[in-house]
């Protein structure tokens, strides 16, 4: 009820024609922030769109807009309009008091599959990593769980529901699941998100 699947799009003129279509940029997941309608997710799932969507579980699809980034926390946040009222926001966890062994919950949208579950744990804390784009994004927490493409901007869930993370990369030479994933803890997501929402 919480999570959500987003797909975003760029424009592109072809240059003979001039004509103007539509590209698909990507797609990932995201999360219900506040009743007001506010999705929080991974900057790089919407970077360079032009159009957002947002789906919900009941296959409802909603225009989104950018209200915030912060790219060098690899976050974002979406707001979309008279949110339905099955949308609820996520219960808030605390990263500091992980510790390595606990047993965690990755929620996506892996290669298009919606709202798949993940089970693993906490493999290491405070990590770094390097992005696609050169940024790098500290004080992670490396997690087993199987995160895949379009699993990036979902939640990272304690084994009581409560958010603790945002799934955000994987470590994998062939770019598939490999065991070594990351997420920004729910201590960062909590001093940024709001930040964003107040521009």
Avoid: C
Avoid at 74 to 93: E, Q, R, S
Avoid at 113 to 129: H, P
């Amino acid at each position: 009820r919480s999570v959500v699947f987003i797909t975003s799009v760029a424009l592109r003129r072809d240059f003979f024609s001039l004509n103007v279509f539509e590209i698909p940029q990507g797609s990932g997941s995201g999360f219900m922030w506040d009743r007001k309608g506010h999705i929080v997710t991974n900057y790089h799932v919407i970077a360079g769109a032009n159009t957002l969507s947002v789906t919900t579980a009941d296959q409802t699809e909603w225009n989104a807009k950018v209200v915030g980034v912060a790219p060098e926390k690899d976050l974002a946040v979406l707001l979309i309009d008279t949110p339905p009222d099955g949308l609820v926001p996520l219960d808030l966890g605390g990263a500091s008091r992980l510790q390595v062994g606990q047993h965690v919950y990755a929620i996506g949208n892996p290669f298009v599959l919606d709202y798949t579950l993940n089970r693993g744990i906490v493999s290491a804390m405070d990590r770094s990593f390097t992005a696609e784009n050169g940024i790098t994004i500290d004080h992670l927490i490396q997690t087993d769980a199987a995160i895949n493409p379009g699993n990036s901007g979902g939640p990272l869930l304690d084994s009581a529901g409560r958010l603790i993370g945002i799934n955000t990369a994987i470590y994998s030479p062939s770019g598939a699941y490999a065991g070594i994933g990351f997420a920004v803890p729910v201590d960062t997501v909590n001093r940024v998100i709001p930040q964003l929402i107040a521009l």
